[in-house]
């Protein structure tokens, strides 16, 4: 069992990380409510796997449970969802001192940790991840959101949670694209300024991706502790640390924007071909050697996923892939900044990117 806290002043909770705790969740989860019912909100592919024993264990320990399941998939994090979801919560009598427990990937977690955030002016709620991608990044750190015609995330609130459950045993359910492109997160860290964990990652990725036990939980809870110091110390990115996050992100916005927020190119993947494209860039503005690129860009193949504009199958112009951009949060007084790398493990923000420059590049990038 690995229990990491999330030090924020006055709004910390912990993170627990024990393969096999959703079959007992009550006993973790009882500490965090205070009545005598949960709301739980998932998708249709989580519950037929989760659902039933999440309710069972909760029933045993007179927790009563109201659940709600929604359509899997990026369109669920919509204006009309939420309507819906907050809809459902206020006719079955939610309350502000009730929980909503989010069980499933990104799309539900940000989904449900905005609609607890604006329900009655705000009530608790509980993240349960059911996918890798969620487990390292989504669930961690309160960032909440639905997506626009404007683009990807730009309606939301910092919403921490108030515990985290995951369990690793519940990737054994999870498709093997979905297992990828969470990967892509978790190599992230890495990247950002953690050499000897991507070395770490070269290394056993095929384990990870075979999902032995061992790599996984190492994987997840190495993830997690990186993301909770950062968020620690910049918990609404007002400082810039917490932007280092966003590595391959401003590209992979873009991507997941020309491809229609589909699954032609699911997040984890875009951000992977984002990454791959910023360690280029990298190059070009000398601040990287080329054998770096080259080995994120290797990896990235080795793991099967995108590592290039071509291996996510995007033909778009540089210019139209700019024009993406330009809706990005960072975006500030015409500016965007960029997450580039000196190397492995050497991320920095820059401020000076000339946004002319990023389409010439992507136009000849492969």
């Known amino acids: 069992m690995n229990r990491i806290p999330v030090e924020l002043a006055g709004n910390g909770y912990d993170i627990l ?10 006993k973790y989860l009882l500490p965090h409510i205070r ?63 009730d929980i909503l427990i989010a069980l499933g990937g990104g799309v539900i977690g940000d989904l449900t940790g905005f609609a607890a955030s604006i329900l009655k002016r705000g009530c608790h709620f509980i993240q349960i991840p059911t996918s890798l991608l969620a487990q390292v990044d989504s669930s961690v750190g ?26 690793p045993m519940v990737l054994n359910t999870l498709p093997d694209r979905e297992l ?25 990725c095929g384990a990870l991706l075979d999902r032995n036990p061992g790599a996984l939980s190492h994987a997840i809870t190495q993830s997690v502790r990186a993301k909770a110091a950062i968020v620690a110390e910049d918990e609404k990115e007002l400082s810039g640390r917490r932007a280092l996050l966003n590595l391959g992100h401003t590209f992979g916005h873009a991507l997941e924007a020309e491809t229609g927020y589909s699954s032609q190119l699911v997040h984890g993947e875009a951000v992977a071909a984002g990454m791959a494209l910023a360690f280029h860039y990298s190059v070009r503005r000398v601040h990287c050697d080329e054998a ?30 700019v024009q993406h951009m330009l809706h990005d949060k960072k975006m ?3 500016n965007l900044p960029f997450l580039l790398a000196n190397g ?23």
Not at 17 to 26: D, F, I, K, Q, T
Not at 181 to 204: M, R, T
């Open 292 to 321: 770096d690129a080259r080995r994120v860009e290797s990896h990235l193949k080795n793991a099967g996923l995108p590592h290039s504009l071509s291996s996510a199958s995007v033909e778009a112009s540089g210019d139209r892939l």
């Open 142 to 167: 309160g960032k909440t959101a639905i997506n626009s015609r404007a683009g990807k995330n730009l309606i939301g609130r910092f919403n921490q949670p108030v515990f985290v459950l995951i369990d």
């Open 35 to 97: 009545k005598d019912r949960v709301f739980v909100i998932t998708d249709a592919n989580v519950a037929g796997h989760w659902l039933e024993p999440l309710e069972t264990d909760l029933q045993k320990s007179g927790i009563k449970t109201i659940s709600h399941i929604l359509d899997a998939g990026e369109q669920t994090k919509s204006w009309a969802e939420l309507e819906r979801l907050t809809d459902w919560l206020l006719d079955e009598g939610a309350e502000r001192s």
């Open 332 to 334: 500030a007084s015409g």
């Open 344 to 366: 492995i493990g050497q991320t920095f923000l820059a401020q000076d990117v000339d946004l002319a420059d990023v389409a010439a590049f992507l136009d000849q990038a492969d």
């Open 180 to 204: 990828r492109a969470g990967y892509a997160e978790v190599i992230k860290y890495g990247l950002i300024n953690d050499a000897p964990f991507f070395a770490w990652c070269e290394e056993n």
């Open 17 to 26: 990380v024990e393969a096999g705790a959703l079959g007992s969740a009550a």
